[in-house]
């Protein structure tokens, strides 16, 4: 692996770009030091995009909640009218 693949180049919205420029001065300094701060680098990026994956599902599953409680609201809604429509039907009778 040479210099530039170990402290990548991303240009995707995966990993901030704060950490794109740290990778990019890790990767200018002496060899030695870059071995030393390597390993505590991919550890961030990875722990980044652990929790960018974690957040996507979070809103995925809000969304589909906010879905959800959309239908049983309008279930519930339908429900109290023919509710009414019933007992309204039994008095009549």
Known sequence: MNKNERF???SDNEVPQELVK???V???LPEEIQ???EASFCEVVDVVKRRRRILNLVQEALSQLRLDIKYL???L???RK???EAIQK???A
């Open 22 to 24: 740290l990778g990019r």
């Open 8 to 10: 990548f180049d991303q």
């Open 90 to 92: 039994l008095n009549e």
């Open 26 to 28: 890790i990767a200018n």
């Open 35 to 37: 071995q030393e701060l």
């Open 82 to 84: 023919e509710r009414d």
């Open 73 to 75: 609201m309008f279930d």
């Open 77 to 79: 809604e339908s429900t």
